[in-house]
């Protein structure tokens, strides 16, 4: 990838921004994909309530050269300070729109700036024209299937807002060896979320059909594929982990609540199982026997609508009594989850767009179509949630903290672990009490 910063023969220097594992994973990923070679890449993990644990991120299995958890503040002086050719925003809409007026404000018209990279972590179900617009004024917006660029480019259109940066791509982290079945496996993996279905009730259901499931086959391994341990963070908030539900409940021999990197999980998987997962584009992508179920309803809030279509939808009764979904290869190839040789390009119209940015001499400023003009009761609140002033600059009290060494530091670490095993148990354990006490 040329570079305005490096030498042709080095390789490009990527800066991703993440606020959570899924979201470091995806965005970390996507800069190996965008880039030509092998990048320098530094990683920055926003601090907040979802701030990946080291567990997880070892879980995710993908590093940097360079991790280090910042404040907004500290990550636009980071970014003004080094020569990154690409920037890349991992980030839910809010935290991507504040981070796109902090770096507007650093690069005045024809500056020589890094290219900005957006995008989603999995299926866009709810909110797109929220967090499309909230994403707008990044070079590049990454859609993860043809049907998603369709979308995009609609909303933008729509609005008047320029659609140019939007750009056909795939998820990052589709691979892996196409299923085979193995003599004498026979293994179904439920994979499970942290906000859907969301009340105790659904979750218990699932959870049981699970469990009934694996007595009705005693010579199949059940697995529960969990995304986190009670008190962890991901993108979404679990009130309701199914570990604690779990507890209450017999479970038989072959069952088994497992963590780890999807991909393994998938290596040994005869049937993925779930409601709604982006791990359901992952199976089909290698071909796993894939079902998505209907037993809470085909229903936006449950995001198992996107597989409207898909031929893979299908009720624990229907999978009791052996019956494996077969998908709609037109689905599939919409979605930008086909098998075979498509995804090897999938990204290269990416490529192509940001090596032609950065060979331009200069870059327009960046123009999120929120501004103080256009959205004033709207953005101020977003950005001071980061501690920006409705221009983009680090409000008084949020200027990057100095590196913390000895005592201070320790003393510093415990206090925020603290706070946020304080903000975890409100969370899980005190706002349903107080939810529940509400309905009575």
Avoid at 363 to 389: D, E, F, M, N, S
Avoid at 431 to 438: D, E, F, K, L
Wanted: proline letters at 8%.
């Amino acid at each position: 990838m040329p570079s305005r910063t490096n030498p042709l023969d080095t390789p490009p220097r990527i800066a991703v921004l993440a606020d959570s594992d899924t979201r470091w994973k995806w965005g970390a990923l996507t800069a190996r994909r965008i880039a030509e070679r092998t990048p320098e890449l530094s990683g920055f993990l926003l601090r907040g309530r979802a701030t990946p644990t080291p567990r997880q991120l070892a879980e995710v299995g993908v590093g940097a050269d360079a991790l280090r958890e910042v404040t907004m503040a500290a990550f636009l002086r980071a970014v003004e300070r080094e020569p990154y050719d690409v920037v890349v925003l991992a980030l839910v809409g809010g935290a991507a729109q504040a981070a796109l007026h902090g770096l507007a404000r650093l690069w005045p018209a024809g500056a020589r700036r890094p290219v900005l990279v957006t995008g989603y972590v999995g299926v866009v179900y709810e909110k797109l024209a929220d967090g499309l617009l909230l994403r707008h004024g990044a070079d590049v917006v990454l859609a993860n299937s043809r049907h998603d660029a369709e979308r995009f480019r609609a909303v933008y259109e729509g609005v008047g807002a320029d659609a140019s940066a939007v750009t056909e791509a795939a998820l990052p982290f589709l691979g892996g060896a196409p299923y085979r079945p193995e003599p004498g496996r026979d293994t179904v993996v439920f994979a499970a979320q942290p906000s859907v279905p969301e009340s105790r009730a659904d979750r218990l259901y699932l959870l049981r059909r699970l469990i009934a499931h694996a007595r009705r086959h005693p010579g199949r391994e059940v697995l529960l594929k969990l995304r986190s341990k009670p008190g962890e963070h991901t993108t979404h908030i679990e009130e309701q982990p199914y570990q604690k539900l779990a507890r209450s409940l017999e479970r038989p021999p072959n069952f088994r609540l497992v963590y780890g990197n999807m991909g393994e999980v998938l290596d040994r998987a005869d049937l993925l199982v779930t409601v709604s997962s982006t791990a359901a584009l992952e199976s089909l992508h290698r071909q796993v026997p894939t079902a998505v179920l209907t037993d809470l309803g085909v229903r936006e809030g449950l995001g198992n609508h996107h597989f409207i279509g898909s031929g893979c939808l299908a009720s624990w009764d229907e999978l009791d009594a052996g019956h494996r979904p077969s998908p709609d290869a037109g689905w599939l190839a919409a979605q930008g989850v086909a098998p075979g040789e498509a995804y090897a390009t999938a990204f290269d119209a990416a490529r192509a767009r940001i090596v032609d940015l950065l060979a331009r001499p200069g870059l327009p400023p960046v123009r999120p179509y929120y501004t103080p003009a256009t959205a004033p009761g709207y953005l101020p609140g977003l950005l001071a949630r980061h501690h920006l002033a409705p221009d983009g600059t680090p409000l008084p009290g949020a200027a990057p903290e100095a590196e913390a060494t000895g005592v201070r530091r320790l003393v510093r670490d415990a206090v925020r672990d603290a706070a946020r095993g304080a903000y975890r148990h409100g969370v899980q354990r005190v706002a349903p009490v107080i939810r529940r006490m509400g309905e009575l």
